[in-house]
């Protein structure tokens, strides 16, 4: 099993630029999240998925979207880059009955 | 909105030191309490607690979980240059994990 996978693993883009995140995981976990980590901070829940067809959002969920379509697939979509968005971000599942959770290597985004 | 405070923030002990890790949170009917050290990259499961009273042991590191008075700690005993890291505290509900903002800790030799 490869796990948990994130690509790219780093990007820069300028400031009103879009980009989507790919996150996908293969262990077939029901739930899905995306955090944001910045220097000093822990990680902050952007949105979630608890199963295909079904998000929400987290504590800082503004510019960014998610889309469910299938268990295995959760990308993260910045609509309109902004500095504040420069960040390390975290894609995450966990099984429906379990409680840890898989982390992905992780994207280290830069907004110039 | 579910809340998770770690302290203290950051830590300097020497190679042999016992340090305690502190995580008090604001959740109710959580499913469980986890500890995750970061090391540069993601971070990496250590302990999950369900029960009060009930304490983890993995080599030298331990935590217990106090559910009446909404607070775990996490002990590193006889600490170690690789123990230097973040430390994350974070309560799982409903499918999703809130995380506190860590303790560094630097272990120095």
């Known amino acids: 099993n490869a796990g948990v996978t994130q690509t790219p693993k780093f990007q820069v883009l300028k400031t009103g630029q879009s980009m989507t995140l790919q996150c996908a995981q293969d262990?077939?976990?029901?739930?899905m999240s995306w955090y944001r980590q910045d220097p000093g901070m822990g990680l902050r829940l952007i949105h979630y998925?608890?199963?295909?067809?079904?998000?929400d959002q987290g504590e800082v969920p503004n510019g960014y979207n998610v889309s469910r379509s299938t268990t295995e697939d959760f990308p993260l979509r910045l609509l309109s880059a902004a500095p504040s968005q420069t960040s390390v971000y975290f894609c995450?599942?966990?099984?429906?009955?379990?409680?840890?959770?898989?982390f992905g290597p992780g994207t280290r985004l830069t907004v110039l | 909105e579910d809340k998770v405070v770690q302290s203290p923030l950051s830590l300097v002990v020497h190679e042999g030191d016992t340090v305690t890790l502190n995580c008090s949170y604001e959740?109710?009917?959580?499913?469980?309490l986890l500890w995750y050290k970061q090391e540069k990259k993601a971070p990496t499961f250590l302990f999950m607690l369900t029960s009060s009273g009930i304490e983890k042991k993995s080599g030298r590191l331990s935590s217990i979980l106090d559910k009446k008075e909404l607070f775990s700690i996490l002990n590193i005993t006889a600490t170690q240059t690789g123990d230097s890291a973040i430390y994350l505290c974070a309560v799982l509900r409903a499918g999703k994990s809130t995380f506190g903002d860590g303790t560094t800790l630097t272990v120095k030799p």
């Open positions: 959740v109710t009917n959580f499913r469980s």
């Open positions: 995450a599942s966990l099984p429906a009955v379990g409680n840890e959770q898989f």
């Open positions: 998925s608890v199963g295909a067809g079904i998000t």
């Open positions: 262990m077939n976990h029901e739930y």
